[in-house]
């Protein structure tokens, strides 16, 4: 009987222990109404339901800061790239047009060169 009653006492403690770390975790939110001990448990489990859901709302939120940061630095970007991507064009196609011109240039090159090298071998045989 000394071993339940000792048994009993421990429990008691126990609960006394964690219904004083209940209204201390209570009243540090604010909350200061009286509570039972039939309900201090449900109670515990509630707020710590409650305090989960808002360290991972807390976690959400600066997740979402950071997306927003990295959204606004990739409009940013996309500015800079879609004002700088007309002039680019711009450049590569006058850079097109010459590389043309120079390749139509060569190819007059070599048949005038070609025409020439004919009239020599027509004037050394004559």
């Known amino acids: 009987n000394v071993v339940v009653m000792a048994g009993q006492r421990m429990r008691d403690t126990a609960a006394e222990a964690g219904y004083q770390v209940l209204r201390r975790r209570l009243q540090d939110l604010g ?52 004002h700088t991507n007309p002039r680019l064009q711009d450049e590569n196609n006058t850079l097109h047009l010459e590389i043309i011109d120079s390749g139509e240039a060569a190819q007059r090159r070599d048949a005038e060169v070609q025409l020439c090298v004919l009239t020599l071998e027509d004037e050394a045989e004559a």
């Open 31 to 82: 909350y200061h109404e009286p509570v039972s001990a039939e309900s201090a448990l449900l109670i515990g489990k509630l707020l710590s339901e409650v305090l989960a859901s808002d360290e991972s709302l807390q976690m959400l939120k600066q997740r979402s800061r950071k997306e927003e940061d990295q959204l606004h630095a990739c409009r940013s970007e996309l500015s800079l790239l879609q």
